[in-house]
């Protein structure tokens, strides 16, 4: 029954990803920024991040709209954007207490529901979730690649796909040398739902079948081979699906040549904020594809008061009616009103297919789910890390080693015992720990000297990055294949260090040949130089995150969805 | 398969909801045993039977009914209703609130399925003056439940609201494909599809379509659900009364509908909800479903902006839903509640909103509405394949009958 296995595999993602990592560099956005007024009846609403921009426009006029409740005390919503399995969690875990809340999928309202039951008694939310909006999961493609695999003139998937991906010399295969290798992206399977939604997809398109995938299928050399052999071109993971989009945009054909994105990141590509080199167009995979549906539900725990479940009656009936439901085709949704057409930016115009998808994936069961997921633990690209850690006098402030030592064991126990990991702690001079071992042989050796850490002196920065970052170059010349990052955690100031900000710009400067290893960087602190930062993270195409004493754990366990 | 058919058991639900079955089986048979049906059905005395127009009305003539004593002040009542009649209530309930009688009575939709909102009363839901489910079937065992609790019938009174029988809805390229290959539309050759491993690939040479995807609702959750099971064996029988035992035990048959259930899915609790999804998400979701007539017609037009057209197709035999409305004697429904849902009900069952039934695909309980006219979406949507006049409706099979279809069919869920 198609329902108990989309719950079997929720509950395979969940015992996965027991707290899901949410862009921990985002802050809080609350959509709706005025004021509530005075005696206003308040709802907090918590959502998946896919929609944000929706969300942030109707809520505003929602908030502006003078609505009331029966009584006539008026209504003020503050919506949250999040990771979908973080909005769930939340719920459960009582570390927020939203009233409102809507995933991606309803596949998170199921596992909401089964795991709230398993835990109180009743369900996470009151009755039936109404879906708000739709967009399928789609392989998003810069449009010439996508024709050299046939777009336009024959349906394309994922057959298509490992053909590229395990192509030994890349496009030069489709006659395109001049683009060099293939270079793919989707988000980590065990945090994401597009991540496990590519590699299910992957297991299929392998497999040659659509429906009643086996054991057998998953544990047989063919299906091995080829997942690897996808596996292999990914650039990266991560948590969050929009933001490989955003940098595909950003970074054109020579970061990514694909990755797996909503349809509605497709159309987001021809907005104004975007200048790419080429039209992005949507590949619906021809062996099927699954549905985002954003179900919003009202959640039904004590702290909803009646009042406020009536409230959010109201504010649900806003979303779904006919003027909101417009806006969210201008956003790239399908709106959920069937009494609306599809029309544009939903279109060729922009990408996109309105008669697509013609045929979903079969969810497979929960033990052929999971010897999926150790498959792909052994066929992802592992990673060589360095972790290049601040230990000046200034981390003794608030807590802020001690807790960044508690958020590198939590990345350190997130990598596989096939990733090679190095430490190299610098004040006033960088010192190294390990130059960088298999974390099979060195795993508890780091452990220990982690946790063993201590502060004391000033802050060469920019030497201590410089360095790890020769190192690891010189490393991957015998060790190629892997996902290269430094992971950098500063709370203040570079005093000492010997180059400058320009000179280690030049030296780190993403140029998609020889120089591809990507920067995570954390400015801890309000003394750290965000803007400087941020700099370094940009130029190698990596990403910085603004860290406390608080959420140091979180940030650490989403750069290790990178890995 | 090679499976052995064995008298297989069932839960105690799964009693109730058979118990319940028979009865509005029966109800239904008693008007329809061994006739060729016309429009609109007619109906005879008895005491289960459905009736068309408010108690001492000539049948044949506008409702108009009696006004019902107005409530003195403000009230406001709940219907707890299935969601196969959402999009008709919603309307419906829009248009009252505009007239005075509705300035005065609010009334609060709250849609369910037919099993959870007689849950829900026994329960003692205050917001639920009035129950509508898509038929009679869990009536009985509501009102067992109800009398166990409260000593006392719980049905103030009950109407017919509008007819339905059942129908498969497929998009109409994919109907198209599907006939070119198995000739016509029905259980037989639904379960023919669904065994196809190669789906779309061995039936139309569309690898691009996928897996055939059929669905239907939960058989132990919801009437059409149930109604699949039974109609499927009817048809499976070539029969439409006399299912015996041994028909339903023949190992020929259980591995039949065992197979085709395994292929099955989606399995909502909701109709409405279920054909929102297949035209939401396209053929991608559902290639077919099995749904009631009304359903599948209030979609065609939305489904024309979204994917393109439906087709619609009947099963032989058929049966009828007769959606009715009652209002509950409940010791939390005030005067002024049971007099405002009386109100509402003849608002109903007048002319313009039995009407505007017929616009959402209903077969109008008020049987002076013509659903023969020009205008009317059955002579309109005849190139979708609405048909006016059914083929064979079929009687209430025995209890034992039901039994043992439910427990075959929860062996086909245990073993997927």
């Known amino acids: 029954m198609l329902v108990w296995k989309v719950l079997a595999v929720a509950l395979v993602i969940s015992g996965c990803s027991p707290s899901s990592a949410p862009d921990a560099s985002a802050p809080e956005k609350p959509a709706g920024q005025a004021q509530a007024p005075a005696g206003a009846v308040q709802l907090v609403f918590t959502y998946g991040s896919e929609k944000e921009e929706w969300i942030k426009d109707v809520t505003t006029s929602f908030n502006a709209s003078g609505a009331r409740t029966a009584s006539g005390k008026p209504i003020f919503v503050t919506a949250i954007p999040m990771g979908s399995g973080e909005c769930v969690d939340e719920i459960l875990n009582e570390t927020r207490k939203p009233h409102l809340v809507s995933p991606a999928s309803g596949v998170f309202i199921k596992l909401g529901n089964a795991q709230s039951r398993q835990k109180t008694g009743k369900d996470l939310v009151v009755g039936e979730a109404e879906n708000l909006v739709l967009s399928p999961v789609v392989i998003a493609m810069w449009k010439p690649m996508a024709e050299a695999l046939g777009w336009g003139k024959k349906p394309v998937g994922w057959e298509d796909i490992l053909a590229v991906a395990k192509s030994p010399n890349g496009w030069a295969a489709f006659g395109q040398p001049q683009w060099g290798d293939f270079r793919f992206g989707h988000t980590h399977p065990q945090f994401s739902n597009s991540g496990i939604i590519s590699v299910l997809?992957?297991?299929?398109?392998?497999?040659?079948?659509?429906?009643?995938?086996?054991?057998?299928?998953?544990?047989?050399?063919?299906?091995?081979?080829?997942?690897?052999?996808?596996?292999?071109?990914?650039?990266?993971?991560?948590?969050?699906?929009?933001?490989?989009?955003?940098?595909?945009?950003?970074?054109?054909?020579?970061?990514?040549?694909?990755?797996?994105?909503?349809?509605?990141?497709v159309i987001e590509s021809y907005s104004s904020q975007f200048t790419p080199a080429f039209p992005v167009v949507a590949i619906y995979p021809k062996e099927g594809t699954f549905w985002s549906d954003h179900p919003v539900g009202i959640v039904a725990r004590d702290w909803v008061s009646e009042?406020?479940?009536?409230?959010?009656?109201?504010?649900?009936?806003?979303?779904?009616?006919?003027?909101?439901?417009?806006?969210?085709?201008?956003?790239?949704?399908?709106?959920?009103?069937?009494?609306?057409?599809?029309?544009?930016?939903?279109?060729?115009?922009?990408?996109?297919?309105?008669?697509?998808?013609?045929?979903?994936?079969?969810?497979?069961?929960?033990?052929?789910?999971?010897?999926?997921?150790?498959?792909?633990?052994?066929?992802?690209?592992?990673?060589?890390?360095?972790?290049?850690?601040?230990?000046?006098?200034?981390?003794e402030k608030d807590g802020r080693m001690a807790n960044a030592r508690e958020g590198a064991l939590t990345m350190l126990s997130a990598l596989s015992d096939d990733d090679v990991f190095g430490l190299l702690p610098f004040s006033t001079k960088p010192i190294w720990v390990s130059e960088g071992a298999p974390l099979k042989q060195s795993r508890e050796k780091m452990k220990t000297a982690i946790s063993g850490l201590m502060e004391s002196g000033t802050t060469v920065l920019y030497d201590a990055i410089g360095i790890a970052y020769d190192k690891l170059l010189q490393q991957r010349k015998t060790n190629p294949g892997r996902i290269d990052a430094l992971v950098v955690l500063t709370d203040g100031a570079d005093n000492k260090s010997d180059i400058s900000l320009e000179q280690l710009l030049e030296k780190v400067r993403y140029d998609n040949e020889g120089k591809t290893i990507r920067i995570f960087i954390i400015g801890y602190g309000d003394e750290a130089e965000k803007d400087k930062l941020k700099k370094i993270a940009d130029a190698t195409q990596g990403k910085y995150y603004d860290g406390t004493p608080q959420n140091i754990r979180q940030v650490f366990r989403d750069i290790s969805t990178f890995f | 398969m090679s499976e052995q058919p064995q008298q297989p058991k069932v839960t105690c639900l799964?009693?109730?909801?058979?118990?319940?079955?028979?009865?509005?089986?029966?109800?239904?048979?008693?008007?329809?045993?061994?006739?060729?049906?016309?429009?609109?059905?007619?109906?005879?005395?008895?005491?289960?039977?459905?009736?068309?127009?408010?108690?001492?009305?000539?049948?044949?003539a506008s409702p108009a009914p009696t006004p019902s004593p107005e409530p003195a002040s403000s009230v406001e009542i709940g219907i707890a209703y299935g969601t196969e009649k959402k999009r008709w209530l919603e309307w419906a309930v829009n248009e009252f609130a505009q007239t005075p009688q509705g300035r005065k009575i609010k009334v609060n939709l709250l849609p369910m399925g037919s099993l959870e909102g007689a849950q829900e009363l026994v329960a003692g839901n205050k917001a639920i003056n009035v129950w509508s489910p898509a038929s009679a079937l869990y009536k009985d065992t509501f009102v067992q439940d109800w009398q166990l609790k409260y000593n006392k019938q719980p049905i103030l009174r009950e109407e017919v609201l509008a007819l339905s029988p059942m129908v498969f809805v497929f998009w109409a390229e994919r109907y198209d494909a599907f006939i070119a290959k198995y000739k016509t539309v029905s259980f037989t050759t639904i379960a023919d599809a669904l065994k196809e491993p190669a789906g779309w690939d061995a039936i139309a040479q569309k690898p691009e379509w996928g897996v055939f995807k059929f669905g239907h609702t939960h058989p132990n959750e919801s009437n059409s659900g149930l109604m699949t099971l039974v109609l499927a064996?009817?048809?499976?029988?070539?029969?439409?009364?006399?299912?015996?035992?041994?028909?339903?035990?023949?190992?020929?048959?259980?591995?039949?509908?065992?197979?085709?259930?395994r292929g099955a899915s989606g399995l909502s609790n909701s109709t409405g909800t279920m054909m929102k999804e297949m035209v939401l998400k396209g053929p991608a979701s559902y290639d077919?479903?099995?749904?009631?007539?009304?359903?599948?017609?209030?979609?065609?037009?939305?489904?024309?902006?979204?994917?393109?057209?439906?087709?619609i197709a009947y099963p032989r035999p058929n049966m009828w839903n007769d959606n009715p409305y009652y209002i509950i004697d409940a010791p939390w429904s005030t005067s002024d509640q049971r007099k405002a849902s009386a109100v509402f009900l003849e608002f109903l069952l007048s002319e313009p909103i039995q009407k505007q039934?017929?616009?959402?695909?209903?077969?109008?309980?008020?049987?002076?509405?013509?659903?023969?006219?020009?205008?009317?979406?059955?002579?309109?949507?005849?190139?979708?394949?609405?048909?006016?006049?059914?083929?064979?409706?079929?009687?209430?099979?025995?209890?034992?009958?039901?039994?043992?279809?439910?427990?075959?069919?929860?062996?086909?869920?245990?073993?997927?």
């Open chain 1, 201 to 265: 997809a992957e297991v299929y398109a392998a497999s040659g079948k659509v429906k009643n995938l086996t054991l057998d299928d998953v544990q047989s050399a063919k299906v091995a081979d080829a997942l690897q052999g996808i596996e292999q071109s990914v650039v990266h993971y991560g948590s969050s699906t929009g933001f490989f989009g955003k940098k595909m945009f950003t970074n054109g054909p020579k970061y990514l040549s694909a990755a797996v994105l909503y349809e509605s990141s």
């Open chain 2, 14 to 60: 799964g009693y109730a909801v058979i118990l319940l079955f028979i009865t509005a089986c029966l109800a239904g048979a008693a008007y329809f045993f061994g006739i060729k049906p016309e429009w609109p059905p007619k109906f005879g005395n008895g005491l289960s039977t459905p009736t068309v127009a408010a108690p001492g009305q000539d049948p044949h």
């Open chain 2, 233 to 261: 064996s009817y048809q499976y029988t070539q029969k439409s009364r006399g299912l015996t035992l041994k028909d339903i035990l023949d190992p020929k048959f259980q591995n039949w509908l065992v197979t085709m259930e």
């Open chain 1, 307 to 395: 009042e406020q479940r009536a409230a959010a009656r109201i504010y649900i009936s806003y979303l779904l009616a006919k003027p909101q439901q417009e806006k969210a085709i201008t956003y790239g949704f399908r709106p959920s009103m069937v009494e609306i057409p599809i029309a544009s930016p939903i279109d060729t115009a922009h990408g996109v297919d309105p008669k697509e998808p013609r045929t979903t994936l079969e969810i497979p069961s929960t033990d052929v789910m999971d010897s999926i997921l150790t498959l792909w633990g052994k066929a992802k690209k592992h990673s060589s890390i360095t972790l290049v850690l601040d230990t000046s006098g200034s981390m």
């Open chain 2, 288 to 311: 077919a479903l099995f749904v009631y007539e009304n359903v599948a017609m209030d979609f065609l037009k939305n489904a024309e902006g979204r994917w393109g057209e439906l087709r």
């Open chain 2, 357 to 416: 039934a017929l616009v959402h695909g209903f077969r109008p309980g008020n049987p002076s509405i013509a659903i023969k006219a020009p205008d009317s979406p059955f002579v309109t949507y005849g190139k979708y394949g609405v048909r006016i006049d059914l083929d064979e409706i079929a009687e209430a099979p025995k209890g034992e009958i039901i039994s043992n279809i439910l427990a075959i069919w929860q062996r086909s869920v245990s073993g997927r």
